[in-house]
């Protein structure tokens, strides 16, 4: 499979999982690609199951974490077409986020209330793991060989609402939303050409161009996306 999307090596995703910390605010959350669901860290970690689909040509690997397992990390469903005999869509989303989030983002928080209020109430996170996630759609570009074509990543945001009252000083209320990022590879061309590359961020400017030895556009995913090619 080609590589369209930067991501972290199957042995890091297996040790770290799939979010990671960058600082006391950003954090840089990873999607799957072929390396990663067809290496034998993954296979070692995650429990793999049939899905029935409503598609004849096409059949479903449903695949979740072994027990245990509290790193962020993914569950969802890799569809593959039996006509192409090869990926068509992966749809997933993030497990263990509100540990990963109460450890790495909720302390930053408390103590920029705290130091205006010492008298500050936290609530509990406020998370729904079903909303963070992403889908990935293959394309086949030569025999054998498959593009990620394109992507849509939800990622966590902790936010959070306040109330401030004279008697009884702030109360807080931490809620993690769900920050969307979307690239798509617009054309693939010979490895002399020019590659091109989209992202769904910057629609002002939709294309940037770089001269590479091979056509692998790239987005990577922390506080915002960084657009590019590997060169």
Known sequence: MRESLVNASPE??????????????????????????ASP???????LRPVESQDEGTVGLGFEPKPGR???????????DTVEVGPR???FQYTSLRPFLRRHLEPALRAHFMSRDPRTRFHPIEIDEA??????????????????????????VLTQKYLWRVNHGTTV?????????????????????IDWFEDSRTASQPRC???????RPRA??????EGGTVP
Do not use: M, N, Q
């Open 70 to 80: 509290t790193l962020v990390d993914i569950e969802g469903v890799l569809w593959i």
């Open 220 to 225: 990577r995913f922390g506080a915002g996306v």
């Open 131 to 156: 909303e963070f996630g992403g889908v990935l759609r293959f394309e086949r570009i030569t025999r054998g060989r498959w593009l990620i074509r394109e992507w849509s990543i939800r990622r966590p």
């Open 41 to 47: 860290g993954f296979l070692a970690t995650h429990c």
């Open 173 to 193: 209320w931490p809620r993690a939303y769900p920050l969307t990022t979307s690239g798509e590879v617009l054309a693939l061309h010979r490895p002399s050409d």
């Open 12 to 37: 890091h995703l297996e040790r770290y999982g799939y979010a990671e910390v960058i600082s006391d605010s950003l954090t840089t959350f990873y999607a799957p690609d072929g390396d990663a669901l």
């Open 89 to 91: 869509e992966l749809e």
């Open 209 to 215: 161009r770089v001269p590479t030895k091979e056509c």
